[in-house]
């Protein structure tokens, strides 16, 4: 069955990487899959083209040079105000027209299209072929106090033949905020190739630090992420002699600096190390005592069960949506309240100087994380599209 998967471009986002295990993990025998990208992003051609099968095949919509304008100077951040005007234009009289022409002839060769980013809506339900929108974020945390976008996206998801939200959380969200108006929904977690996320584990890679250590792996974006509560949830945490660990940061963003500053305002700089962003984390990850991460909010956090499959303990905040459902309420991980401080420096205090738990942990992980696994994806993604059989030409 041929499948098209599609994202607008590649940036260094949680979505991205989760596509990419998609792309590596589906079923060979029952599917072959397209890979359509609006704009071809540095991140793209720099570290993303690598990382797809080979036996994907790339389409890049907006495959003329003059297309690419505007997106292009973004991409090197030298788009002005008047110039996102002027792109927004352009994007409406000239690239959408463009890309609805493409859309439209790969429609007719694959009988599924996978929205991966919702990025397609306007144009979804069209053409012949099955569509099927995957949401990534809590619909409560980007859509409860605006009530103008949520109205205009519920008309545009209605158009889905089935919408894909990746835990029961966020469909429990999504049925209370558009009801029926969803023609089907589906719970269809990322997936995770856990073979090859303990290969990447293996690669040796030169040690962050000295000492032993404490790592965390997400976009430097304190909008979301909230490295503050990390940050100062460590402060407090080696005021602790005992503790021996530094804190490893692995990822990159516009925060960076200011978080910088801020390592240096509570006096740990020098046990604080930014990595940057990394095309293999994974063999940071496996060399640290646990993993944490801060979030406010969530989808269906890939750095969770990629430190699951590399048996790692894990501390995560209980933010809407993802880290609850995927540590079990507590039993393959540690949660802490949104933004608290003193609990997140308990727990990792508690786990730090306590063997017997860490290997409960480490042993809970890994069972925990073959629910994620290829076989169970793949098992839950061909119960997706035999409900989406009724729709669209498949077979051809």
């Known amino acids: 069955m041929p499948i098209l998967f599609h994202i607008v471009d590649f940036g260094d986002g949680g979505i991205e990487s989760s596509l990419i295990q998609w792309l590596r993990v589906f079923d060979r025998e029952r599917f072959t899959v397209t890979l359509s990208v609006m704009h071809p992003s540095p991140a793209l051609e720099n570290r993303f083209r690598a990382l797809v099968p080979p036996d994907v095949t790339i389409e890049i919509l907006a495959d003329r040079d003059w297309l690419n304008y505007f997106q292009a100077r973004r991409y090197e951040h030298r788009l002005s105000k008047l110039g996102r005007v002027g792109r927004d234009v352009f994007n409406t009289l000239a690239v959408r027209p463009y890309v609805k022409r493409r859309v439209e002839a790969l429609a007719r060769t694959h009988a599924l299209i996978v929205d991966y980013d919702m990025s397609l809506r306007r144009l979804a339900g069209q053409f012949g072929a099955a569509w099927l929108g995957v949401n990534h974020f809590s619909f409560d945390a980007r859509l409860a106090n605006r009530p103008r976008r949520k ?22 969200e999504a049925r209370a905020m558009f009801g029926d108006g969803l023609q089907r929904l589906f719970v269809l977690p990322n997936a995770i190739d856990i073979q090859r996320i303990r290969a990447n584990g293996e690669t040796r890679v030169e040690p962050p630090c000295d000492a032993p250590y404490i790592v965390s792996v997400a976009r430097l974006d304190e909008i979301q992420k909230d490295h503050r509560t990390l940050l100062r949830a460590y402060a407090r945490l080696i005021r602790d002699p005992a503790i021996r660990e530094d804190l490893v940061i692995v990822g990159d963003g516009a925060f960076r600096g200011e978080l910088e500053a801020l390592t240096k305002e509570l006096d740990i700089a020098s046990r604080v190390h930014f990595m940057g962003y990394r095309n293999n984390p ?17 989808g269906m956090p890939m750095v969770l069960l990629e430190a699951l499959a590399l048996g790692k303990p894990v501390i995560a905040s209980d933010c809407p949506t993802g880290p609850r459902e995927i540590l079990g309420d507590g039993r393959f991980g540690t949660l802490f309240a949104i933004g608290a401080v003193d609990e997140l420096a308990d727990a990792m205090r508690r786990i730090l100087t306590d063997d017997a738990l860490r290997d409960e942990m480490k042993t809970r992980a890994l069972e925990r994380a073959q629910e994620y696994g290829i076989a ?21």
């Open 376 to 396: 169970a994806s793949n098992e839950r993604f061909a119960r997706c599209v035999e409900a989406l059989q009724a729709v669209g030409s498949f077979g051809r």
């Open 151 to 172: 109205r205009r996206l519920a008309t545009q998801f209605a158009r889905y033949h089935g919408v894909a939200a990746l835990n029961q959380h966020m469909a429990d």
């Open 282 to 298: 994974h063999a940071l990850v496996s060399g640290a005592q646990l993993q944490v991460l801060s979030s406010r909010y969530e």
